[in-house]
């Protein structure tokens, strides 16, 4: 009987080429130092039997695996797809790691890793061990996780981390998210805004951090305050409908509200529902992210559209480039978001 294809190994190939399974992975590996008869010999028997190398032969001669590794967050993609609200961040992610990989003759491959685990290590350890990537992109908060960075650096493999400035090894990117914020700030206030509230993220995000203060910088710029105008959320709906009642039960509420996120945008949006707030007549509303829900929404909703996968692609090439040796860590790469104006910002009704 005739094996199936996926029956063939690297010992068959052997066997049948009359060598050892070294010497097998040293011509699936491309070694100079195989005689050209012997890789001639090894080659035939491959296309004969309909061999496909694995990783694992690969490896075997020291070979690069040509597969990039993401790591994102466990609890919150995966608390995303069980209430069936997808992630639009993944699929970004998908898009311009795998098309990028593709081009260079990589592989890209996600895993779920929870950054507060007491098993980190010994977690992400084994699955290093499993997968022998050769390169690693960290999304946050995982990006300035020090026992991750440690790791990966004592590995000695490639990394880029998306989303963190902080000092420390492997390859930074931003999305420019400071500016991103001063950019959705002076929307507002160009409309004639004052009060703008600023629904922020968990202080666990660097980038966190960034927006609060691209929204300070603009509202200062713009001669407005922000006393009483910031309320926090940790990117689900249902923090974000916390801190949109905190904006406006305040004793002076905002006129206009950016969301760090689409699911805290559309929180927002449904407390106005139920208040009878209209949007934007009485509340102008700019979200973040710009993921194919909000454009549907009614009305559809101002966004900071992040380039998530240019971002990842870029990841993915200076990765490949350290590889190769033609790139070294060195300044943060931004790429900048831009603002798409919808029907959800206005001006306000005193102005």
């Given at each position: 009987?005739a094996?199936?294809?996926?029956?063939?190994?690297?010992?068959?190939?052997?066997?049948?080429?009359g060598?050892?399974?070294?010497?097998?992975?040293?011509?699936?590996?491309?070694d100079?130092?195989?005689?050209?008869?012997?890789m001639e010999?090894?080659?035939a028997?491959?296309?004969?039997?309909?061999?496909?190398?694995?990783?694992?032969?690969?490896?075997?001669?020291?070979?690069?695996?040509?597969?990039?590794?993401?790591?994102?967050?466990?609890?919150?993609?995966?608390a995303?797809w069980?209430d069936?609200?997808?992630?639009?961040?993944?699929d970004?992610?998908?898009?311009?790691?795998?098309?990028?990989?593709?081009?260079?003759?990589?592989?890209?491959l996600?895993?779920?890793?929870?950054?507060h685990?007491?098993?980190?290590?010994?977690?992400?350890?084994?699955?290093?061990?499993?997968?022998?990537?050769?390169?690693?992109?960290l999304?946050p908060?995982?990006?300035?996780?020090?026992v991750?960075?440690?790791?990966?650096?004592?590995?000695?493999?490639?990394?880029?981390?998306?989303?963190?400035?902080?000092?420390?090894?492997?390859?930074?990117?931003?999305m420019?998210?400071?500016?991103?914020?001063?950019?959705?700030?002076?929307?507002?206030?160009?409309?004639?805004?004052?009060r703008?509230?600023?629904?922020?993220?968990?202080d666990?995000?660097?980038?966190?951090?960034?927006?609060?203060?691209?929204?300070?910088?603009?509202?200062?710029?713009?001669?407005?305050?922000?006393d009483?105008?910031?309320?926090?959320?940790d990117?689900?709906?249902a923090?974000?409908?916390?801190a949109?009642?905190?904006?406006?039960?305040?004793?002076?509420?905002?006129t206009?509200i950016i969301?760090?996120?689409d699911?805290?945008a559309?929180?927002?949006?449904?407390?106005?529902?139920?208040?009878?707030?209209?949007?934007?007549?009485?509340?102008?509303?700019?979200?973040?992210?710009?993921?194919?829900?909000v454009?549907?929404?009614?009305?559809?909703?101002?966004?900071i559209?992040?380039?998530?996968?240019?971002?990842?692609s870029?990841?993915?090439?200076?990765?490949?480039?350290?590889?190769?040796?033609?790139?070294?860590?060195?300044?943060?790469?931004t790429?900048?978001?831009?603002?798409?104006?919808?029907?959800?910002?206005?001006?306000?009704?005193?102005?």
């Amino acid at each position: 009987m005739a094996r199936t294809r996926q029956a063939i190994t690297i010992r068959h190939v052997a066997a049948d080429a009359g060598v050892s399974h070294q010497t097998v992975s040293r011509v699936i590996n491309r070694d100079p130092n195989v005689r050209p008869e012997t890789m001639e010999r090894v080659q035939a028997s491959i296309e004969k039997l309909g061999y496909v190398p694995s990783i694992a032969a690969r490896l075997m001669g020291g070979s690069k695996s040509h597969l990039i590794l993401a790591l994102n967050d466990r609890d919150r993609t995966i608390a995303d797809w069980r209430d069936q609200e997808g992630t639009d961040w993944v699929d970004q992610m998908l898009l311009g790691g795998m098309l990028t990989c593709a081009e260079h003759g990589y592989r890209f491959l996600i895993e779920l890793i929870d950054t507060h685990s007491d098993h980190i290590e010994r977690e992400l350890s084994a699955t290093i061990a499993a997968v022998q990537p050769d390169g690693v992109v960290l999304t946050p908060p995982h990006s300035h996780n020090p026992v991750i960075l440690d790791l990966l650096r004592d590995w000695g493999i490639s990394f880029a981390r998306i989303g963190s400035r902080m000092d420390g090894p492997g390859f930074t990117l931003t999305m420019g998210d400071e500016g991103a914020a001063r950019l959705a700030t002076r929307h507002l206030l160009d409309l004639g805004h004052r009060r703008i509230g600023l629904i922020a993220g968990p202080d666990s995000y660097e980038v966190s951090g960034w927006r609060v203060e691209g929204w300070r910088a603009a509202m200062a710029e713009g001669g407005a305050k922000t006393d009483g105008l910031l309320a926090t959320g940790d990117f689900s709906f249902a923090s974000g409908k916390v801190a949109a009642a905190e904006l406006l039960d305040s004793a002076s509420p905002p006129t206009a509200i950016i969301a760090s996120n689409d699911q805290m945008a559309l929180a927002t949006l449904e407390l106005c529902r139920e208040r009878g707030v209209r949007v934007p007549e009485q509340l102008s509303l700019v979200s973040f992210d710009d993921t194919p829900i909000v454009r549907f929404a009614h009305p559809p909703l101002t966004a900071i559209c992040q380039p998530i996968a240019a971002v990842f692609s870029r990841a993915v090439e200076l990765i490949i480039a350290e590889r190769r040796g033609k790139a070294h860590p060195g300044a943060t790469t931004t790429i900048e978001a831009a603002l798409i104006p919808r029907a959800s910002t206005s001006a306000p009704r005193s102005a």
